[in-house]
């Protein structure tokens, strides 16, 4: 069965309800038990609300088909995900490799909780491929990679990665692959044990509410399930529905958030002003040859350096706008840009030419969006005139 496919059957069992087509959302806490020896037992697949309802399980059937996984669970947000996935794998006196271009809060996560628990982290140059061999120790027991990287969008060599880690053993890699969704990238199909979302990006679709997917190989599951439960995860009942309810329309949401991100690239390219684009589905990415051979498609995100200017240039460019918001998130219908300032790298200084920015294409007419640029460039124009 193929993706497109799956997207909209997996995780639904109508027959089970009534014949309707959407799984209902079920609110609750309280678990009742059919008898005193089922009690006695604790014989119920679900014994409390926080271990889930059919609206959380419609969507965890559905993430762990599409990715090929052991099993999916759903988290209250995307960095819910990531610190259950690192916590599932690493303790005190252990040793973590973090790739150096994550996600803010996730390196702000490592720096504060990890270091109070006692977990060193070594952050590492997201191009390192199979050398990352020479930063594992004998305590190392975790890799996390992001490809691409978080604003500046480097590509990294996952199977080169993954390979070192299990030449030198019991080492669990863990990948946040938000950026190009289930549909693009499939990273336990090349060996990395875990896999985390912020379903509040694209799986979700709607910029209306927070969620977080982990799932992994079957080897991982049993630890990732009970640090959960230790943690007292719980992803909401109407934020699973949202999600499910999103994943509905993934590949058509993905195929026009992609056909929208490569004409904004091409006219962005044709304007004097613009100095390089970042996005690894572009022929003059460095990052390209890695994207062409593991990935199948690339989503709506993506950055842009000019060459030179003034932050005031780059106000008046972004007030410019009407079509592209100014808000963090991204993945859903609207588009949204925001500037790439205050990055974090701690291996590699990130020194950009110029003003850079992020932006998200979203599902709005191209020629709109386009003509919403051409209007900033003009503003940029007449600040440095």
């Known amino acids: 069965m193929k993706d497109d496919t799956k997207v909209v059957v997996k995780g639904r069992h109508p027959q089970e309800q009534f014949g309707a087509v959407n799984p209902p ?88 909780a990890l270091r109070r628990f006692g977990v060193e982290t070594t952050f590492y140059d997201p191009l390192i491929g199979s050398e990352i061999k020479d930063l594992i120790r004998p305590n190392t027991k975790a890799i996390f990679m992001e490809s691409p990287g978080s604003h500046t969008f480097e590509m990294q060599d996952v199977p080169a990665i993954v390979a070192a880690a299990k030449d030198a053993g019991d080492i669990i890699t863990i990948l946040d692959n938000t950026w190009a969704s289930p549909l693009f990238y499939k990273p336990l199909a090349h060996d990395v044990d875990v896999c985390v979302h912020a379903a509040t990006k694209y799986i979700v679709g709607h910029s209306d509410a927070m969620l977080g997917v982990i799932t992994s190989n079957e080897a991982c599951w049993d630890r990732i399930d009970k640090m959960n439960r230790y943690m007292g995860g719980h992803a909401a009942p109407d934020d699973s529905y949202l999600g499910q309810r999103g994943l509905r329309t993934l590949s058509v949401r993905m195929a026009r958030h992609e056909e929208n991100a490569h004409k904004l690239i091409t006219f962005l390219k044709s304007q004097p002003e613009v100095s390089r684009i970042l996005y690894p589905g572009d022929p003059d990415d460095p990052g390209y040859e890695i994207w062409k051979r593991d990935f199948s498609g690339s989503s709506g995100l993506f950055g842009v350096v000019f060459n030179g200017g003034s932050q005031e240039q780059g106000d008046a460019f972004l007030s410019a706008l009407a079509h592209f918001g100014l808000g963090f998130s991204w993945g859903g219908y609207e588009s949204l840009m925001i500037p790439s300032t205050e990055i974090v790298r701690s291996v590699r200084k990130w020194q950009p030419e110029g003003q850079s920015f992020r932006i998200h294409a979203g599902l709005e007419d191209a020629d709109d969006l386009i003509a919403d640029l051409e209007a900033g460039f003009r503003a940029w124009r007449a600040v440095g005139a």
């Open 25 to 112: 959302v079920v609110h609750a806490s309280t678990i009742l038990y059919r008898d005193i020896e089922a009690f006695r037992n604790m014989d119920a697949y679900v014994s409390y609300g926080r271990h889930g309802s059919p609206s959380n399980f419609s969507l965890r059937e559905a993430m762990a088909d599409l990715e090929g996984g052991h099993a999916s669970l759903l988290t209250s947000s995307g960095l819910a995900a990531v610190t259950t996935a690192i916590l599932s794998f690493v303790q005190s006196g252990d040793h973590f490799l973090m790739v150096d271009t994550t996600y803010g809060p996730t390196r702000s996560f490592c720096r504060g």
